[in-house]
Nanobody, 125 residues
Framework: QVQLVESGGGLVQAGGSLRLSCAASGLSFNTYGMGWFRQAPGKEREFVGGISGSGSRTSYADSVKGRFTISRDNAKTTVYLQMNSLKPEDTAVYYC??????????????????WGQGTQVTVSS
């Protein structure tokens, strides 16, 4: 079975940083595109950043561009989200998703096949 396990969430003050990790198992990691999404209470899950199987292509939501960086270590079968200059509006549960297909970066929830359990990120003002 495919398993995605997020970690690294927590409470941080505005302007601070967090690094989220998503450890994947049960899949041929480098043939899957990976993405980070977030969901705040009462809101739909939204795209944050995505990365192709090789790591050569990335995409970001406008709201996080320049502040967040997605990366992957295929040898460790792990994808990361480095979050800098955090804002209170970044508060959400952050989810890692995977999708079969290594060439494209997908930006919609519907495009992803598997999800982790999520990790809470809370940014205080």
């Amino acid at each position: 079975q495919v398993q995605l396990v997020e970690s690294g969430g927590g409470l941080v003050q505005a302007g601070g940083s967090l690094r989220l990790s998503c450890a994947a198992s049960g899949l041929s990691f480098n043939t899957y595109g990976m993405g980070w999404f977030r969901q705040a209470p009462g809101k739909e899950r939204e795209f944050v950043g995505g990365i192709s199987g090789s790591g050569s292509r990335t995409s970001y939501a406008d709201s996080v561009k320049g502040r967040f960086t997605i990366s992957r270590d295929n040898a460790k079968t792990t994808v990361y989200l480095q979050m800098n200059s955090l804002k209170p509006e970044d508060t959400a549960v952050y989810y890692c998703g995977s999708r079969k297909g290594a060439f494209l970066v997908h930006t919609t929830v519907e495009a992803y096949d598997y999800w982790g359990q999520g990790t809470q990120v809370t940014v205080s003002s």
